[in-house]
């Protein structure tokens, strides 16, 4: 799992079909301070996150694949919460 | 999922069976920069290895798609076939916005 912030999305109409109705958000992994580190993550989000805010992201395929509701959907990356505070450090 | 751009093709004449007719992609991917560029095909290669990707969608040369990476990649398929990267959306639109303290 993966502390990232929101920082766009993605629109997609040719898609694998499970990804229909999903919104996908773009992630960016940051560091403990907040900074960014390595390249943005494409995840799909069930929680409506916002722009810029905080969340963990999971790479945890067969949990996305039940999120989906689709044995056979390739899908990887989800959010999985938002972060209200972190500790150490400064609430969002 | 991570997004790339499609710089080129890959055809095989023997394949592993399971994967006869497939088609594969080149792409290479987008780091932090090349977000800003949109669904635009960003100026030079990146600086990360580019990945050869199956496609079941029909992405062409230029294009920016998304492709998930790792076991994942392989869950569409019933016998199991040794793919690690799947082509799973071809990108329209990318809105993007960096954050700045």
């Known amino acids: 799992m993966l502390l990232a912030r929101v920082e766009g999305n993605v629109v997609a109409t040719r898609k694998h079909p499970s990804f229909e109705g999903r919104r996908l958000v773009i992630c960016q992994p940051i560091s403990n301070g907040g900074d960014a580190e390595g390249a943005p993550q494409v995840a799909i989000d069930a929680h409506g996150a916002g722009l810029h805010q905080r969340v963990i992201i999971s790479s945890d395929g067969s949990a996305a694949r039940l999120a989906v509701g689709d044995q056979k959907s390739p899908v990887r990356w989800m959010i999985i919460g938002i972060v209200d505070e972190k500790q150490p450090g400064e609430p969002v | ?101």
């Open chain 2, 1 to 101: 999922m991570r997004l790339g751009a499609v710089i080129g093709r890959v055809t095989l004449s023997k394949t592993v069976s399971g994967l006869a007719g497939a088609r594969w992609l080149i792409v290479s991917p987008f780091t932090r920069e090349h977000y800003q560029r949109g669904k635009e095909t960003p100026l030079g290669l990146s600086k990360d290895p580019s990945v050869v990707v199956y496609d079941d969608l029909g992405g062409g040369l230029g294009q920016t798609i998304g492709f998930i990476e790792g076991r994942e990649a392989a869950s569409p398929f019933d016998p199991p076939v040794p793919i690690d990267a799947i082509n799973a959306a071809l990108v329209d639109e990318i809105y993007y916005q960096p954050f700045s303290k």
